[in-house]
């Protein structure tokens, strides 16, 4: 990572080239209540958004200043402490603030010049500690830009070289060296940083790939086709909230990843017949299958908190689906009366590796100690979830996390304790472009989506028969 080389801006549109201090003091007060009071990041922007009075193009650069800094602090703070006489973790916390993201947007802002971005960091200073500390603020920035080569990274340990460069905690850079080897973690790292991708999934009920490109031209969105997936759009810039679109809200597309995509073409539910989605939250996979389906049959999905359940019942009368069906319920202490379907896709509840960057302040909020209480509750909800199979059913296991240990571990376990087979099925998404390696793990059946190879989320898949027959 050199200075301003890897962290494009949020969002779908380029940052803009100036914004008012506004809302750099928005950023600030976010940054502050996520870094210093323990705020999670999306709900605390979320908030701060929601209360502003700020146009579209601000409310995007408080987002790429709030998520790039919180994403970056680790990077920040090893720089800052370069040109500072007192650490970073000494200095009066709004200052350390103000400079955290006054260096986040001179390092990987390339769009706000330098002297309007130092001006602003006094004003903010000024405003937050007084003149004195100001001082303070403009004097480490103005050194930063006279010596950029001071800029450097321990080099004698690899990996603690790449966690200081790419901001994450050095236990987790361990584990990901034990999955992927030197030229792929740099990769690895590199693709956790950048916002994901904006991806609309075309409702096929209603329109096709075609059709909802021409739709959203005429709504000036520039988007083209997905490479990866039949069903797949990359909006890559749009003039207002994909929320406001007409399109969006006559129901012809749904947000998801392409690599959330796969769990409908890899378990392949039958038209007219009975499907349980486990851990359904907003219903992205429960709809997808819906429309996999024709809107035919039943899928029941299962959320444990109703303000999921809630907002999965609004997609499927946006996209104008009829045949979920939401349950509230704990999926260990699902009814034997239930009956027996024939695919049941368990999205399980996991740490989340596959996708921290949708969440800046996730790599910080992870432990070694609670990844490793999450597999037993894993092999637990895959216990009920067989419970709801018939005799050469399906069970899709998918999660967001590349941790073998949640993964092809719980899998192991289970199928030594359960009458379950693995089922490959590479077949089944051919259209999506395998390494040879990942092609054969398909075939049988197990695979994992590693960030960055593809340019999509990090999912493992493991798809399961039981055995017998009906």
Known sequence: ?????????????????????????????????VLEKGRYANLALEHALRASTLNWADRHLVTEIVNGTVRMVRHLDWVLDLFLTKPVSKQQPWIRNVLRISLYQLRFMDRIPAYACVDDAVKLATRKAGRKLAAVVNGVLRNYLRSPEKVHFPAEDHLQHMALRYSYPDWLVEEFARLVDNSELEELLSYLNSPPPVV??????????????????QERVRAEAGRYTPWSIHIRELKQPVSELNSYGEGLFYLQNEGSMLAAAILDPPPEGLVYDLGAGVGGKSTHMAEWMNDQGRIIAVELHAHKLGLLKANCQRLGIKSVQPLQSDITTLGPALPLAERVLLDAPCSGWGVLNRRADARWRLSQEAV???????????????????????????????????????????????????????????????????????????????????????????????????
Do not use: W
Not at 209 to 216: I, S, V, Y
Not at 410 to 416: E, G, P, T
């Open 372 to 470: 490793t209480n999450l597999p037993e509750l894993q092999f637990r909800l895959l216990q009920a979830a067989a419970g709801l199979l018939k005799a050469g059913g399906l069970l899709l296991y998918s999660t967001c996390t590349i941790n073998p240990a949640e993964n092809e571990q719980v899998i192991a376990r289970f199928l030594q304790a359960a009458p379950f087979g693995l089922q490959g099925f590479a077949e089944n998404i051919g259209f999506f472009p395998l390494t040879a390696e990942d092609s054969e793990k398909a075939r049988r059946g197990c695979l994992t989506l590693m960030p960055g190879r593809y340019h999509c989320d990090g999912m493992f898949y493991a798809l399961m028969r039981r055995k017998g027959h009906e």
């Open 200 to 217: 609309a999934r075309v409702n096929r009920l209603k329109v096709d790939k075609p059709g909802l490109l021409d739709r959203l031209r």
């Open 1 to 33: 990572m050199t200075i301003k080389e890897s962290a494009p801006c949020e969002g779908t549109q380029s940052c803009p080239a100036a914004s008012g201090e506004k809302a750099r003091l928005t950023a600030l007060e976010t940054v502050y209540e």
